[in-house]
């Protein structure tokens, strides 16, 4: 695309995130929330939708949604009322979709999010309100039918809208990851894309730059994770500012994101969209939201993201390099928390978590959940390197052993044989025999350069696979070779 | 006399004295509906393991009762008398049909009703048209036509129906049969078929005041899995049941009384008030202002809820699923559209376009939201009436029964049999109707009483008085 077309055009970009909120049943059943279940083993009269059936609402879920409603710093309607949203589909077995149009759970609130340039930004959220979610098909293709699994119907969604405030596909997914982040903090999802349990549809449009109006949208589906968001809107962006630089129009209408084509498709246009009839569902009366819930609710919140960003700038005094990856995982934070209770150098215990440990976990492809270290190891890892007992390179064994067995550093040390070798004799034998081996080198330390002795030092921590004390080996070249030694 | 001639409190009276058993009971009926329902048509099926009943000794209420086909049942077919629900059998009791399993009740069968409620005469079932066993050229009413027959010809002891716009109290005036539709609420519906779900009510039809308490008595109550229904104690409605209206204030709205009404039923009702003001009430002629927009509001309401609530009935998960030979559309839009089309009767198809209709986009603010406000006014009519009334009375249908096939072809005269009833479901007030005469063709007439919210004790109080003074519920069909 030419430069003049980057420029020309501004893209727009909003938000819908549908969530599903891990509470322990239904929405408006007593069925277990679970997912991975054999097919239609999760279900009763009520989400199957059977005649004579009525939903009653589940109040861990609108707790569950006045939570993220607090936590967004959200208005909350005083009375809530559902609606019904009618469509066919075969995965939706009443025909219509138990959600909320005009009274939703809340409105006006937003997300603070960091852009690339490390700038923060506030992106406003329009509403979000509470529904049900659909079944599944599956198609099978071979018996040339489709089958629909009804387990997930009736998992309560909370729809989450942003303004159209994003202006670039990255913007997109900073947004996405920091929205994620204050839910997953919150307890109140599993938040995870490629098991549908965060879902996330786009509205994208064009203008261009510096105008008031907004163009035409599109309205982007079935992208399955953060980086399939970025992609698609990329794609899209692209796709549409092609087409009014070179005097085309974009169209009204619902396009999907095909992952293997890296394109999006055209579903269905403006004129096909569904009417969806809205109406207060009869079924379930309107609740009123007392301040004392809120209340309540507000005080259960955990401490937020950003809040702890700014804590562990200032508490701790971490750069906000290290405060920013600590404050990325929940557990992370926890850890680094709890270490710094038992050790004074926040700044050493970050380059612990967010270098070796961090690493080590990369390597193995696991989370920060439920990990074999605690605290207490890592500290007592870092000690042993403060006092000589471990070299650096014994020290990241020592984690890797840990963290692979769970048994404590001080077996892990012993059993493994890793504890640095500070002994004087052992030491000094070793010196003598790479005085003996490296001839040259010696003549160069002999000859006033010093920065060969280094080579000597990794040559003993070779010999003695680690174990060797690099500050004392250091000690006894230099005496050996200064003459000073009665050797 | 034969055991199914008796009502339930007689029947629990003479169990009391152990002169008779249940088992003798549910003969009787059975062997009534075998002489007689061939001729009524008033059961669409019998329950399936009739001759199995066992009664455990000490049920409390071990009286044989009809059961609107719209009502669940585990593991017996209901189908609304609907084609598209053929082979559906519900896997749960509707909390109704617990609490009278509980009181030891034998469920006889599945009454005859118009397809989804949807009807005032029962002639739109997909089983064929009830008679009325006072004429059997007549329809019985409707919805609820099967119950009040069954009621009337002595094929039940009592039934349950339904009632969204008069279902439940139009055919119990046109079979002569007590009737009631609860305070909105004061029933769980939960496990009813809906049509309107904001209108719908399920209510006892019974031979006298006397049986239709006791069974309210059984069904009344809060439901955890009703979210509409109140959260109120349940009085013992057979205290209500005395002799006495001394001094109650009662209603008489000029709007009920205008052209279009039988002078016959007018005459019924003009006697009928007489027979109380004897007995010490006070008559005060009202004006509900609204009531002349009440149809509109009702049909509009009535048929967007039902448009929404018939929509599950795709062919995907249960019911009829018809799929035609070659792909029209797509195949999925086919079968939706061929299931549909060969499932629903001419009047589900007329109420869900109407519905449709009314919430569509473009539409929604001129209908439904203006139906809405309507029945918000037509409440307040009735909240501002009972300020200083005690009940309020007018007729329960403009006419006595009218012929099988008479406004079959007429739906808008069809719609306006329910002209006196539909305001007490759009204000969810409570309303009973009673017999109160029967016209020179001798066809029951039928009176209308209503009250306020959760007063349903009101209704058997004037219900009862009448009902002591007067004679009609004595009166027997002969087949």
Excluded at chain 1, 131 to 158: F, M, Q, W
Excluded at chain 2, 124 to 134: A, D, E, H, K, L
Excluded at chain 2, 445 to 470: S, V
Aim: overall charge neutral; hydrophobic content about 35%.
């Amino acid at each position: 695309m030419s430069q003049t077309v980057q420029q020309k055009y501004e893209t727009v970009i909003g938000l819908e995130v549908h969530l599903q909120l891990s509470t322990r049943t239904k929405i408006f059943c007593g069925c277990a929330n679970v997912f991975g279940r054999e097919p239609n083993t999760q279900t009763c009269p009520v989400c199957l939708g059977l005649p004579g059936t009525l939903p009653v609402l589940n109040k861990m879920a609108l707790e569950y949604a006045l939570k993220i409603a607090i936590a967004l710093d959200c208005q909350i309607n005083s009375v809530i009322k559902f609606d019904r949203k009618n469509y066919y589909y075969p995965d939706l077995p009443k025909g219509y979709q138990i959600s909320q149009y005009d009274k939703p759970v809340a409105y006006d609130g937003h997300v603070w999010m960091t852009g690339a340039d490390g700038q923060e930004r506030k992106i406003n959220i329009k509403r979000a309100h509470l529904e049900e979610d659909a079944g599944k098909l599956i198609h099978d293709e071979r018996a040339n039918c489709s089958l629909v699994d009804y387990n997930r119907t009736g998992t309560p969604l909370l729809e989450i809208v942003s303004e159209p405030e994003l202006r670039s596909p990255q913007e997109a997914y900073d947004y996405l990851q920091a929205l994620k982040l204050t839910l997953e903090y919150l307890r109140v999802s599993d938040c995870d894309m490629e098991k549908g349990s965060l879902r996330c549809d786009a509205n994208v449009s064009i203008r261009e730059a510096g105008a008031k109006t907004f163009g035409t949208k599109t309205e982007l589906k079935n992208m399955n994770s953060f980086k399939a968001v970025r992609t698609a809107l990329e794609f899209e962006e692209k796709r549409q500012r092609e087409a009014a630089a070179s005097g085309g129009r974009v169209i009204q209408e619902t396009r999907l994101w095909s992952e293997e084509k890296g394109i999006t498709i055209a579903m269905r246009s403006k004129e096909e969209a569904h009417d969806y009839r809205y109406f207060p569902e009869p079924d379930l009366v309107p609740f009123d939201i007392d301040e004392a819930l809120i209340e309540e609710l507000r005080r259960s919140i955990p401490e937020l993201p950003r809040q702890k960003f700014e804590r562990f700038t200032g508490e701790y005094r971490l750069s906000g390099y290290d405060a920013r990856i600590i404050v990325a995982d929940q557990h992370i934070a926890h850890f680094f928390e709890a270490c710094a209770k038992l050790y004074a150098d926040t700044k050493k215990i970050c380059n612990w978590l967010n270098g070796p440990l961090l690493q080590e976990l990369n390597a193995r492809k696991m989370g920060f959940s439920g990990i074999k270290i605690t605290p207490e190891d890592l500290i007592a890892i870092m000690r042993k390197v403060d006092q000589s007992e471990l070299s650096n390179l014994a020290a990241k064994e020592t984690l890797k052993q840990v963290l692979d067995t769970g048994k404590d550093v001080a077996s892990v040390i012993r059993d493994a044989g890793l504890a640095q070798v500070s002994d004087s004799p052992a030491l000094e034998g070793i010196v003598d025999e790479l005085i003996h081996e490296h001839q040259t080198v010696v003549g160069q330390i002999r000859e006033g350069k010093a920065s060969a002795i280094g080579f000597l030092v990794g040559q003993a921590m070779r010999k003695s696979q680690g174990k060797a004390n690099p500050k004392m080996i250091g000690e006894i070249i230099q005496r050996k070779l200064s003459g000073k030694s009665n050797a | 006399m034969k055991l199914n001639e008796l009502t339930a409190h007689e029947l629990l009276d003479l169990l009391k004295e152990k002169k008779t058993t249940p088992r003798e009971i549910l003969d009787a009926v059975l062997a009534r509906i075998q002489a007689t329902d061939a001729q009524i048509r008033a059961y669409v099926r019998l329950r399936s393991n009739a001759a199995a009943q066992e009664f455990s000794n000490g049920s409390a209420t071990p009286i044989p009762i009809g059961i609107k086909d719209n009502i669940c049942v585990t593991g017996e077919p209901a189908t609304c008398c609907s084609r598209i629900l053929e082979g559906f059998k519900p896997p749960y009791d509707a909390t109704v049909i617990q609490k009278l399993k509980e009181s030891g009740a034998y469920l006889i069968g599945s009454t005859n009703m118009d397809e989804f409620a949807f009807g005032s005469s029962t002639e739109n079932s997909c089983y064929g048209p009830t008679r009325n066993p006072w004429n059997k050229d007549c329809v019985p009413g409707g919805s609820s036509g099967g119950s009040a027959a069954a009621v009337a010809a002595r094929e039940a002891i009592w039934a349950l129906g339904s009632d969204t716009g008069g279902s439940i109290r139009q055919p119990a005036s046109f079979c002569g049969v007590v009737g009631l539709k609860p305070t909105y609420g004061r029933v769980s519906r939960y496990g009813l078929i809906a049509f309107a779900s904001s209108l719908d009510q399920i209510g006892p039809i019974t031979r006298d005041v006397e049986d239709c308490a006791l069974l309210l008595g059984i069904i009344a109550g809060y439901d955890e899995r009703d979210s509409t229904s109140a959260d109120l104690p349940v009085p013992d409605y057979t205290r209500a049941l005395v002799n006495d209206v001394k001094g109650l204030k009662i209603g008489i709205p000029g709007e009920y009384f205008v052209e279009g009404i039988d002078p016959q039923v007018r005459a019924a009702i003009g006697a009928a008030i007489e027979v109380l003001k004897q007995r010490g009430a006070t008559f005060h002629e009202i004006s509900l202002p609204h009531t002349e927009y009440a149809i509109a509001a009702y049909y509009i309401v009535a048929t967007a809820e039902a448009s929404s609530n018939l929509a599950r009935y795709d062919g995907v998960q249960y019911g009829l699923r018809r799929q035609p030979a070659g792909t029209r559309k797509t195949p999925l839009v086919d079968m939706y559209e061929e299931t549909r089309d060969a499932g629903l009767g001419n009047e589900a198809k007329r109420r869900i376009m109407l519905g449709t209709y009314s919430l569509s986009s473009g539409y929604y603010d001129d209908y439904y939201l203006k139906g809405l406000k309507v029945r918000t006014l037509i409440k307040q009519d009735f909240d501002k009436a009972f300020l200083k009334l005690d009940a309020i009375i007018t007729p329960t249908a403009p006419t006595t029964a009218f012929k099988i096939g008479e406004k079959a072809d007429n739906p808008l005269s069809m719609y306006l049999s329910d002209v006196y009833t539909i305001s007490a479901n759009l204000s969810g007030i409570p309303a009973i109707s009673i017999p109160c005469g029967f016209s020179k063709e001798r066809l029951p007439i039928g009176l209308q009483i209503l009250a306020k919210p959760f007063d349903e004790a009101m209704l058997f109080r004037i219900a009862y008085t009448y009902e002591q003074n007067t004679p009609w519920h004595k009166e027997r069909v002969s087949l």
